[in-house]
């Protein structure tokens, strides 16, 4: 059991001009906490996630394991167990022998090898495997044998990079709660990569959300979703994702199309452009009747999901066609081509982000959490 | 007219044996439907029954004879041919190990010496240079064009510059080995010395071909696999041994059969930097021997040694294959 940090850790790779994959990064992972690391692909979670690993050098900055600099100790030496997204299971030993293959390299006893993989196999339902190959099993089944590999060992840290992307959807969200139960359970630090959101914002305790190997924010995904520290995490967490928009700003408020949203006197004195990001999540609008005062949105799409619908389309801002989605209730979805009236459900479910930088302008929403 | 024609043939068709009809009307189905496949198939069939199939038929007819020079037919002369079937005389005289048959069980001995050794140093080496190649490196290209080079001269260009290379007395590896110091022996003479150099020019032209295979199986190692056993706690020796070994077993276990064929029945190096050697005489080129040279040609002998390397060569695959097939089956 150990906490892990990152204290300005930077990955370098030369070239020219040189490509900072991960930059600068500072993050404090707490001892027995799941903590996700997300972002789009080239955003440099799974290189951070190797330089913990050992696998990747750190080149600038140091990183620590149970308070120890572990910046330039081989991977064996960190007392770490990983689980890789083509799970790297050996392919000429059996599903036990995989499981045991650490404790057999470190010369432990074969009964406590057998006792502790059995234990590990039973956790996870692959006892009657123990004799097969990995090639004998099912993607689920291998995935479970490369966590169990990482169980046997009983790490100090866990670390996975996106180890369900192999798995079809459904399995994928079973496996999904089985993960988060079993390291609620074994209480060991786990740090999980993942490029989905949806598996970040279930799986975390927190969520640290990197791109272009910078860390963007790093919080509850409670305060992620309702406080996002930027435009980009703004836009990145949720789904669908929230409608952001780049609209005028007057001195009533925000202009969208024949709508005008009120900013808070604190916003908009301390902020000198002309423009503003303006950002709310689908739920956040609704579908009005005609006499409201509203944007006028064509239909684009519809898409059905029971009980709630997606209404896809466009609305025309300062001549542009700018695309909204908005959440309405599933039994009465408008039909496709026609134009609805939408507004806001309430004024102070917005995000307002600065044009130019993407910071988030504190509104005087107080923050839940 | 049209119309009488096709109730002619209507009728002609039916009142004929209801299983022939549908006998034929299944073989007309399968040649409209494959008969392009056995066209471009029939080339090849007709060379190889013509140029393996039918030799081979006959070698091992001769082997039941007692033809030689002096009794097969020749146009040249005006003669019929006259040899006899002799039954297994043959392969009882070769078998016996009788000297005037080629002592048959030394030299089956120093084959399989000869191809052990070989493929020993052919994989050793082939693997050793593969893992070198194999890591990120400067001219990495470069090294593996020229490490192949070997492999793309023709054998008999190779055997040829080794003769000189291994010349007694004016030879580079003697002028090399005088000049500091150690003995300069006399490579190619009549003595177990010529075996030591026709092995090193064999183990130099197998190489590349091994280490070509055995880098093709390197690369299809998953990398993560390394790094899986590295965050294991594996040393590097360990990751070699529990990884790329048993990655490699595919390859290894192709090429290794492949070797063995191949170097039991190497005839150019050993015939021409050796030429007709006691000392490194094997079963294919004394084969050679008998069939080529001596006062009467004897062909008989020299296609019961034909069939004997064939049936050793045989019996060896079988027995290998078995072998992996029980392992992999583990």
Same mark, same amino acid.
């Given at each position: 059991?150990?906490?892990?940090?990152?204290?300005?850790?930077?990955?370098?790779?030369?070239? @020219?001009?040189?490509?900072?994959?991960?930059?600068?990064?500072?993050?404090?992972?707490?001892?027995?906490?799941?903590?996700?690391?997300?972002?789009?692909?080239?955003?440099?979670?799974?290189?951070?996630?190797?330089?913990?690993?050992?696998?990747?050098?750190?080149?600038?900055?140091?990183?620590?394991?149970?308070?120890?600099?572990?910046?330039?100790?081989?991977?064996?030496?960190?007392?770490?167990?990983?689980?890789?997204?083509?799970?790297?299971?050996?392919?000429?030993?059996?599903?036990?022998?995989? *499981?045991?293959?650490?404790?057999?390299? =470190?010369?432990?006893?074969?009964?406590?090898?057998?006792?502790?993989?059995?234990?590990?196999?039973? *956790?996870?339902?692959?006892?009657?495997?123990?004799?097969?190959?990995?090639?004998?099993?099912?993607?689920?089944? =291998?995935?479970?044998?490369?966590?169990?590999?990482?169980?046997?060992?009983?790490?100090?840290?866990?670390?996975?990079?996106?180890?369900?992307?192999?798995?079809?959807?459904?399995?994928?969200?079973?496996?999904?709660? !089985?993960?988060?139960?079993?390291?609620?359970?074994?209480?060991?630090?786990?740090?999980?990569?993942?490029?989905?959101?949806?598996?970040?914002?279930?799986?975390?305790?927190?969520?640290?959300?990197?791109?272009?190997?910078?860390?963007?924010?790093?919080?509850?995904?409670?305060?992620?979703?309702? =406080?996002?520290?930027?435009?980009?995490?703004?836009? #990145?967490?949720?789904?669908?994702?929230?409608?952001?928009?780049?609209?005028?700003?007057?001195?009533?408020?925000?202009?969208?199309?024949?709508?005008?949203?009120?900013?808070?006197?604190?916003?908009?004195?301390?902020?000198?452009?002309?423009?503003?990001?303006?950002?709310? =999540?689908?739920?956040?609008?609704?579908?009005?009747?005609?006499?409201?005062?509203?944007?006028?949105?064509?239909?684009?799409?519809? &898409?059905?999901?029971?009980?709630?619908?997606?209404?896809?389309?466009?609305?025309?801002?300062?001549?542009?066609?700018?695309?909204?989605?908005?959440?309405?209730?599933?039994?009465?979805?408008?039909?496709?081509?026609?134009?609805?009236?939408?507004?806001?459900?309430?004024?102070?479910?917005?995000?307002?982000?600065?044009?130019?930088?993407?910071?988030?302008?504190?509104?005087?929403?107080?923050?839940?959490? | 007219?049209?119309?009488?024609?096709?109730?002619?043939?209507?009728?002609?068709?039916?009142?004929?044996?209801?299983?022939?009809?549908?006998?034929?009307?299944?073989?007309?189905?399968?040649?409209?439907?494959?008969?392009?496949?056995? %066209?471009?198939?029939?080339?090849?069939?007709?060379?190889?029954?013509?140029?393996?199939?039918?030799?081979?038929?006959?070698?091992?007819?001769?082997?039941?004879?007692?033809?030689? &020079?002096? @009794?097969?037919? !020749?146009?040249? /002369?005006?003669?019929?041919?006259?040899?006899?079937?002799?039954?297994?005389?043959?392969?009882? @005289?070769?078998?016996?190990?009788?000297?005037?048959?080629?002592? #048959?069980?030394?030299?089956?001995?120093?084959?399989?010496?000869?191809?052990?050794?070989?493929?020993?140093?052919?994989?050793?080496?082939?693997?050793?240079?593969?893992?070198?190649?194999?890591?990120?490196?400067?001219?990495?290209?470069?090294?593996?064009?020229?490490?192949?080079?070997?492999?793309?001269?023709?054998?008999?260009?190779?055997?040829?510059?080794?003769?000189?290379?291994?010349? %007694?007395?004016?030879?580079?590896?003697?002028?090399?080995?005088?000049?500091?110091?150690?003995?300069?022996?006399?490579?190619?003479?009549?003595?177990?010395?010529? *075996?030591?150099?026709?092995?090193?020019?064999?183990?130099?032209?197998?190489?590349?071909?091994?280490?070509?295979?055995?880098?093709?199986?390197?690369?299809?190692?998953?990398?993560?696999?390394?790094?899986?056993?590295?965050?294991?706690?594996?040393?590097?020796?360990?990751?070699?041994?529990?990884?790329?070994?048993?990655?490699?077993?595919?390859?290894?276990?192709?090429?290794?059969?492949?070797?063995?064929?191949?170097?039991?029945?190497?005839?150019?190096?050993?015939? /021409?930097?050796?030429?007709?050697?006691?000392?490194?005489?094997?079963?294919?080129?004394?084969?050679?021997?008998?069939?080529?040279?001596?006062?009467?040609?004897?062909?008989?002998?020299?296609?019961?040694?034909?069939?004997?390397?064939?049936?050793?060569?045989?019996?060896?695959?079988?027995?290998?294959?078995?072998?992996?097939?029980?392992?992999?089956?583990?």
């Amino acid at each position: 059991m150990a906490g892990v940090s990152y204290v300005k850790a930077s990955r370098v790779y030369p070239g @020219n001009p040189p490509v900072r994959a991960v930059d600068q990064l500072d993050l404090e992972v707490n001892d027995g906490e799941f903590l996700v690391l997300v972002g789009p692909s080239g955003s440099g979670k799974s290189t951070a996630l190797r330089m913990l690993a050992g696998l990747e050098d750190v080149d600038e900055g140091a990183i620590h394991i149970g308070g120890n600099d572990v910046t330039h100790t081989p991977p064996k030496g960190r007392d770490i167990a990983m689980v890789f997204q083509s799970y790297a299971l050996y392919p000429h030993m059996t599903v036990g022998e995989n *499981m045991g293959f650490a404790l057999k390299l =470190r010369r432990v006893p074969k009964e406590t090898i057998k006792a502790k993989v059995a234990e590990a196999a039973k *956790m996870l339902d692959l006892t009657p495997y123990l004799d097969r190959k990995p090639k004998a099993l099912s993607g689920g089944q =291998r995935q479970r044998v490369a966590m169990g590999r990482a169980i046997v060992r009983e790490p100090a840290v866990f670390l996975m990079d996106e180890p369900l992307s192999n798995l079809d959807a459904k399995l994928r969200v079973e496996t999904r709660a !089985n993960i988060a139960a079993l390291q609620a359970r074994l209480g060991t630090t786990t740090i999980y990569v993942t490029h989905d959101q949806v598996e970040a914002q279930t799986m975390g305790h927190r969520v640290a959300v990197l791109k272009d190997g910078l860390l963007q924010q790093c919080d509850t995904p409670r305060n992620l979703y309702e =406080r996002p520290a930027n435009s980009f995490v703004a836009g #990145f967490i949720g789904s669908p994702a929230m409608n952001l928009k780049t609209v005028a700003l007057t001195s009533e408020g925000a202009v969208l199309d024949g709508l005008t949203v009120p900013l808070p006197r604190s916003v908009v004195a301390g902020h000198d452009a002309k423009t503003i990001t303006f950002g709310v =999540r689908p739920e956040s609008l609704r579908l009005t009747g005609g006499d409201e005062v509203g944007m006028k949105l064509t239909v684009d799409l519809v &898409e059905e999901l029971g009980a709630d619908a997606y209404v896809y389309g466009s609305v025309d801002i300062g001549g542009t066609a700018e695309r909204f989605i908005v959440r309405t209730d599933g039994r009465t979805p408008p039909s496709i081509g026609s134009t609805v009236n939408v507004t806001l459900r309430d004024d102070n479910e917005v995000h307002l982000f600065h044009p130019e930088s993407g910071a988030r302008l504190e509104t005087t929403k107080a923050p839940t959490a | 007219m049209v119309a009488t024609t096709t109730g002619a043939a209507a009728e002609h068709r039916r009142p004929g044996p209801r299983g022939g009809t549908e006998r034929r009307g299944r073989v007309r189905r399968f040649l409209d439907r494959y008969w392009y496949a056995y %066209a471009l198939v029939l080339p090849v069939v007709v060379v190889v029954g013509g140029l393996v199939i039918l030799p081979l038929a006959q070698g091992v007819f001769f082997t039941f004879t007692n033809i030689n &020079e002096g @009794n097969i037919a !020749n146009p040249v /002369l005006g003669r019929e041919a006259d040899y006899d079937v002799v039954g297994l005389a043959n392969y009882l @005289n070769v078998l016996s190990g009788d000297p005037a048959y080629g002592s #048959f069980w030394g030299v089956l001995l120093r084959t399989l010496v000869w191809s052990g050794i070989c493929v020993a140093f052919h994989y050793g080496i082939g693997l050793g240079l593969a893992l070198l190649l194999n890591r990120p490196m400067r001219f990495r290209t470069l090294y593996r064009i020229l490490l192949i080079l070997p492999w793309a001269v023709p054998a008999f260009v190779s055997a040829f510059a080794w003769r000189y290379l291994f010349n %007694a007395d004016y030879g580079l590896i003697n002028w090399l080995l005088g000049s500091v110091g150690l003995p300069t022996p006399v490579w190619l003479g009549q003595s177990p010395v010529a *075996m030591v150099a026709v092995i090193i020019v064999n183990v130099w032209l197998g190489v590349p071909f091994m280490m070509v295979a055995l880098l093709g199986g390197l690369q299809s190692i998953p990398g993560d696999l390394y790094e899986a056993a590295e965050i294991d706690g594996a040393t590097p020796w360990q990751r070699f041994t529990q990884i790329t070994l048993p990655g490699l077993r595919p390859v290894s276990s192709t090429v290794i059969l492949l070797g063995v064929i191949w170097t039991f029945n190497m005839f150019p190096v050993i015939y /021409l930097i050796t030429g007709q050697n006691p000392h490194t005489r094997i079963l294919i080129t004394y084969a050679f021997e008998r069939f080529f040279s001596g006062a009467t040609r004897d062909y008989a002998i020299a296609s019961t040694y034909g069939v004997l390397i064939l049936s050793v060569l045989l019996v060896f695959a079988g027995v290998y294959l078995r072998a992996l097939r029980s392992q992999e089956a583990d």
